[in-house]
Every structure is written in structure tokens, then in C-alpha cells.
């Protein structure tokens, strides 16, 4: 199947309330966007799969939640002041402005004039905190998550128990100030970042290192995203960040192209140590075997809640011709699925019927968000639910009434199976795991 293109999926994802523009009755506002009813689902399921696979199953990572705001100096100290920056060329004719890597042979892509030389552009967002508005009270909107971490490490340390190597995973938003945007929620100046600072011992970074790039790719392919969408690619040495002495990006085949999803970077001892050097505070973690201080080495997996749902998406996207019948299904894995079952009564001016039908929904909605739908064509329902990406749909019928038995339609098979009511649940928790 070809990748959808992407005015098709923007169109679906507002059509169905997945994404909006935000501000839309304004006209919407530069590249920024809105989750609707189906997409806050989609994005809490990301973020879910994420928390689960990344903290939960695992002993070694712990959680932290950190405020946007922090205090100024750690900007200057992490290098973000003055390293933070992407190359801006402006179009002398139309004005336009552009990230140079954005274009190919300094050319303006609008009106092929030359562009200026590239200026160096900081794509942190600046604020005040308090009323009055000068350079003491200048703050920044923090441009990635994992500068808390780090000044949060020796909290980390003196209040739980956790050993080298471990990690401290932390979802949140950040915001960059990006010279385009575009491709949708691909590229925003305010989005969502899920990442873990894995901290171990220096020496054992490299190998670390190839273990998380290892299994941040199986969460990619366990939630059903096509591998040969998939890629990895490392960063050649003119690319990498200031802080990085490796990076392997895994990217996705966009409708577009080529695009990073998630990077994976070693960023050393880079920040703890200049952390430790600014604010005087001992962040050197005592190793009880070798009884001796170290800084850790640290390997951050970090991904985009937004570019995962764009992937999930545009992956899921699928348009069928089946047995002369057109029809689009989004054939989400169940766990991002934002509702899991449908439930109909076949028709709804059957009180017996909708009765049935809302009592089934009514009890397995206590394990699973569930979607009642009692209005229109029962084919025109299971269309809705198809686009919606819901991977059954449960219909109460009239043999439901005489025998307490209903159908169950596999969302991408189309199949349906008649099962007992009083089977049901136990039916979805073989094929509704997390
Ligand atoms: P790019 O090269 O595309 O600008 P990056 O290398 O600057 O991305 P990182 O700093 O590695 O991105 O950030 C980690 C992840 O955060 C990215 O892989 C991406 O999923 C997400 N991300 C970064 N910038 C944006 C953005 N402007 N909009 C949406 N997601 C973003």
C-alpha cells in the first residue's frame, strides 16, 4: 500500500477529530495544532506504550516530572545559549526564510533567487517571569526535557535507590522556536518529548548505546509500524550536537520522505560535569564495588509524541477495494487504538435491542474504552469505526435476544464471529493486551 499523501491524512485526522489546526475559527496559527477527542487517545496510548515498555517493565528506570521554566543559568551552562542555533538564509526578494539544510543549492525554492548568507539563529523561546519585562528576568522555554534530569540527578540519587546503570525517564513538552515548520505535527514549536537519560558507567557507554538503539527499534516494529518504513542512521561527525560523541537517529518513510522519529544519542559526561562545575554541587555517583567516584556516561533514547502519532498514522492508513467496495481503515495496533470496541444494536428503534446493546457496552467499558453508536446504516457504522482505527465492533442483533450470543467484526479481516455475552470479556483480554 503507498503511503497516503499528507493533505489526505491531515484531512482524515480532522474529519475524524484526530488533529485540528489550532485557533482554527482564527485561521489557525503558525504550525501549531490541537488533539481532538480521538487523537488525545491516540497520544495518551503513545505515551502509555512508552511509559510501559521504557519505566514499568523494567527495574533499572525511574520517573521524573519537571517544570518548563528553570532557572536561566541552565541554559548558559548546558551550551543550549550558545549552541542552540540553526542557520537562517532569507530570500532578498520575497523574503522568505528558510533553514539552510532545508534547502539545496542556496537557491530560494519560491522564486529561485539567491539567499543571504546563513545567519545563526537560537531557536529557544525567550520569556520574562514577573512583571517587569528586562535581562533579569529573562527565562526560557526549556527546548528539551533532559537538562531537568540532569540538574535533578543527585535528587534522583539521595531519594531513591537506584544503582548504576539506570535511567530516568521523563515525558513532557518542549518548545523550539523553528525558523519552518510544516509537514503537519512532523515540525511544531511546541510539542511532546518522551525521554530517558540513562546513566552507566563510563566505558560502558558504547555498548549501552547499541543495546538502547536496539530496543528503542523493536518498540517501533512490537506496535506494528512497517520495517521497511523503518531506518536507522547514524550522524556523521559535522551533524552531531555539541554535547554528542554519537547519534543514531531511527527515521520513518513519511509521506514526504525521510524523517527522524527518535534520536539516540551518547552524550557523555558532558552535562553532568558542566552542571557539577557551575553550580558547585557533587554530582559524581559512588560506586560501591570499585569504591570510587564516577560521572556517568549517559545514552538518551529521545522521541516526539507527535512525530510518533503522525508514523502511526500515516503507517495505519489504508485504503481497500474489497469485493467491489471502497473502504479506509486505519489498522492501528489495539493498544493505540483509541477506542477499542464499538458496540451497536442492528437497529435502534428496537427498545429490546438498544437495551441489550447498551448494557454489553456499559460492562466492558469498565475494562476498555468503548464506543456506543446507535445511528445510521449498520454498514455506515462500521465505515465510521474502520476510519476511527476501533479494532472490533460488536453487534447486538435479533438472535442476541433469543440466545445472549452477539457478533464481533475484526476490524481488519472484516470477519465476524458469533460469541456469548457472557464470553465476551474473557474474548478481549486474549486479544486486547497491552
Ligand atoms: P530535527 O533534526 O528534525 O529538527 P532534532 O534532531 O533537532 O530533530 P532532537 O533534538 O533529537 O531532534 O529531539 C528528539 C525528538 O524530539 C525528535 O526525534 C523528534 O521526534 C522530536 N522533535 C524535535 N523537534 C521537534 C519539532 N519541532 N516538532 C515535533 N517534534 C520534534
Known amino acids: 500500500m503507498p503511503a497516503p499523501d499528507m493533505e489526505t491524512l491531515t484531512s482524515l485526522a480532522k474529519r475524524k477529530g484526530f488533529v485540528y489546526p489550532s485557533s482554527d475559527i482564527y485561521g489557525g496559527f503558525g504550525s501549531t495544532w490541537d488533539y481532538g477527542p480521538l487523537g488525545t487517545e491516540l497520544i495518551r496510548n503513545v505515551k502509555d506504550a512508552w511509559w510501559r515498555k521504557t519505566v514499568l517493565v523494567r527495574n533499572d528506570v525511574v520517573g521524573l516530572n519537571a ?195 527518535e534520536g539516540i544519542a551518547n552524550r557523555t559526561d558532558f552535562d553532568l560535569r558542566r552542571h557539577a562545575e557551575a553550580s558547585g554541587t557533587d554530582l559524581a555517583y559512588f560506586d560501591e564495588s570499585t569504591k570510587s567516584h564516577i560521572v556517568p556516561f549517559v545514552i538518551e533514547p529521545a ?58 457496552a456499559e460492562d466492558l467499558r469498565s475494562r476498555w474504552p468503548v464506543f456506543y453508536d446507535e445511528t445510521g446504516s449498520i454498514g455506515r457504522r462500521y465505515a465510521r469505526q474502520d476510519e476511527a482505527g476501533t479494532p472490533f465492533a460488536v453487534t447486538v442483533d435479533y438472535e442476541s435476544l433469543d440466545n445472549f450470543s452477539v457478533t464481533v467484526r475484526d476490524r481488519d479481516t472484516m470477519e465476524q464471529q458469533r460469541i456469548a455475552i457472557a464470553d465476551l470479556e474473557q474474548h478481549f483480554a486474549t486479544l486486547l493486551t497491552t
Open 67 to 261: 517544570s518548563i521554566l528553570m532557572h536561566p543559568r541552565v541554559w548558559e551552562v548546558s551550551g543550549h545559549i550558545e549552541n542552540f542555533k540553526d542557520p537562517l538564509v532569507e530570500c532578498p526578494t520575497c523574503r522568505r526564510r528558510y533553514r539552510q539544510d532545508d534547502v539545496s543549492n542556496m537557491h530560494c525554492p519560491h522564486d529561485e533567487d539567491l539567499l543571504t548568507d546563513p545567519r545563526m539563529f537560537n531557536t529557544m523561546f525567550k520569556t520574562y517571569v514577573g512583571p517587569v519585562e528586562d535581562d533579569a528576568s529573562v527565562a526560557y522555554l526549556r527546548p528539551e526535557t533532559a537538562q531537568s534530569t540532569y540538574v535533578n540527578f543527585k535528587n534522583v540519587l539521595d531519594s531513591s535507590r537506584v544503582r548504576i546503570p539506570f535511567g530516568v525517564a521523563q515525558i513532557g513538552k518542549s518548545f523550539r522556536n523553528e525558523i519552518t515548520t510544516g509537514n503537519f505535527i512532523f515540525r511544531s514549536r511546541e510539542f511532546e518529548q518522551m525521554e530517558l537519560q540513562y546513566f552507566v558507567a563510563p566505558g560502558e557507554d558504547d555498548e549501552a548505546h547499541e543495546r538502547w538503539i536496539e530496543t528503542r527499534f523493536t518498540w517501533w516494529t512490537d506496535l506494528g509500524v512497517d520495517t521497511q518504513r523503518l531506518r536507522l542512521r547514524s550522524h556523521d561527525a559535522d551533524e552531531l550536537a555539541h554535547y554528542a560523541k554519537a547519534t543514531t537517529d531511527i527515521e520513518y518513510e513519511f509521506p514526504f520522505g525521510w524523517g527522524e522519529l
Open 303 to 360: 522521541a516526539g509524541v507527535d512525530r510518533a502519532a503522525l508514523a502511526f498514522l500515516a503507517d495505519a492508513y489504508t485504503e481497500e477495494s474489497i469485493e467491489g467496495r471502497d473502504r479506509v481503515v486505519l489498522k492501528l495496533h489495539p493498544s493505540l487504538a483509541p477506542f477499542k470496541i464499538s458496540v451497536f444494536p442492528l437497529a435502534r428503534n428496537k427498545a429490546p435491542l438498544v437495551k441489550l446493546a447498551t448494557q454489553v
